[in-house]
């Protein structure tokens, strides 16, 4: 079974500072993908960023950026410059060829408070 | 198109009720899932088609539960004699079928929320 896990329930950072938010997860697969998505309150899901287990570079997006340790199995988040909009719950999620089929395997969540 | 739409929005309920959801996809996705989300928690994958064939089921998608993409355009989910602990979040994402699981980009709706009294 593949498992996705968040550690940190909560976590607030000061606007314009960086926060990191921790994801682990587990799976035999070798070919999978993971996640970054972020549910605002009362508002839909979104995609922050994913990566390609293949690929060795972590991937970016604009102030997003992942830091993909594939050995210790590991997926963070890092948030840049931060913004109140960014104010959110944050969710890592799994997905394999194999094993998943198409379902996404979601972590508990990291809720994330931008202090003004 | 302006994105999943999903109504209603919020749906408070008697024990032993009936319930559909409705979700209307992305037009030209021909994939459409259904999540469910207790509060506090992740999403929980509960079904998915690909146009009109409904390829996999959950687990937790119990004989109460039934789902249809009649034409392959929307989808709606049934809840049958509703217990207590159905009320969650219900979350409707369409994408299009690519090579790779992992490279489909669901959109996700914005929910619908259910309360069983």
């Known amino acids: 079974a593949q498992t996705v896990t968040q550690s940190q329930p909560e976590m607030s950072v000061q606007e314009a500072e960086t926060v990191t938010l921790s994801c682990t997860y587990d799976t035999s697969e070798s070919d999978y993908y993971l996640f970054w998505y972020k549910q605002p309150p009362s508002r839909q899901m979104i995609l922050v960023i994913r990566?390609?287990?293949?690929?060795?570079q972590n991937a970016t997006e604009n102030r997003f950026s992942v830091n993909f340790q594939k050995a210790a199995k590991s997926f963070s988040l890092k948030i840049s410059d931060s913004q109140l909009g960014d104010a959110a719950m944050y969710f890592c999620?799994?997905?394999?060829?194999?094993?998943?089929?198409?379902?996404?395997?979601f972590g508990e969540g990291t809720q994330l408070t931008v202090n003004p | 198109d302006t994105g999943v739409s999903q109504d209603p929005r919020h749906k408070i309920t008697k024990r032993g009720q009936n319930v559909t959801f409705r979700c209307d996809p992305i037009s030209e996705h021909n994939r459409l899932y259904w999540y469910r989300q207790t509060l506090g928690q992740g999403p929980e994958f509960l079904t998915y088609f690909q146009n009109e064939a409904q390829l996999e089921k959950s687990r937790l998608l119990s004989d109460r539960f039934s789902a249809e993409r009649p034409k392959g355009s929307f989808s709606t989910l049934e809840i049958q004699r509703t217990e207590q602990g159905d009320s969650a979040m219900y979350l409707c994402?369409?994408?299009?079928?690519?090579?790779?699981?992992?490279?489909?980009?669901?959109?996700f709706g914005a929910g619908s929320r259910l309360t069983v009294l």
């Open positions: 994402a369409s994408s299009l079928r690519r090579a790779h699981p992992g490279a489909n980009v669901l959109t």
């Open positions: 990566q390609e287990a293949y690929k060795q």
């Open positions: 999620a799994l997905i394999s060829r194999e094993t998943s089929g198409s379902r996404l395997t």
